[in-house]
């Protein structure tokens, strides 16, 4: 699930897909963005990887996009 929602439909070329994923888990598990539930496959989301996240979600739409737009003029 985790790999359609970040590259789609699965395709014929999608052999390094499932290990691309789990090296972006384990990225964000290092950094203590995600934590793994219990006796279960099932990874959460911590207090502070929605902080870090939702942060980076906001400078990305929010805070960039009008930087840009100021150097551009």
């Given at each position: 699930?985790?790999?359609?929602?970040?590259?789609?439909?699965?395709?014929?070329?999608?052999?390094?897909?499932?290990?691309?994923?789990?090296?972006?888990?384990?990225?964000?598990?290092?950094?203590?963005?995600?934590?793994?539930?219990?006796?279960?496959?099932?990874?959460?989301?911590?207090?502070?990887?929605?902080?870090?996240?939702?942060?980076?979600?906001?400078?990305?739409?929010?805070?960039?996009?009008g930087a840009f737009l100021?150097?551009?003029?």
């Amino acid at each position: 699930m985790v790999r359609t929602r970040l590259f789609g439909p699965p395709a014929a070329t999608d052999a390094g897909r499932s290990s691309q994923v789990s090296r972006l888990v384990k990225r964000l598990h290092l950094r203590g963005l995600v934590a793994k539930i219990p006796r279960t496959r099932r990874w959460r989301v911590t207090p502070l990887g929605y902080a870090v996240m939702g942060a980076a979600v906001h400078l990305r739409e929010e805070a960039f996009p009008g930087a840009f737009l100021k150097a551009a003029a």
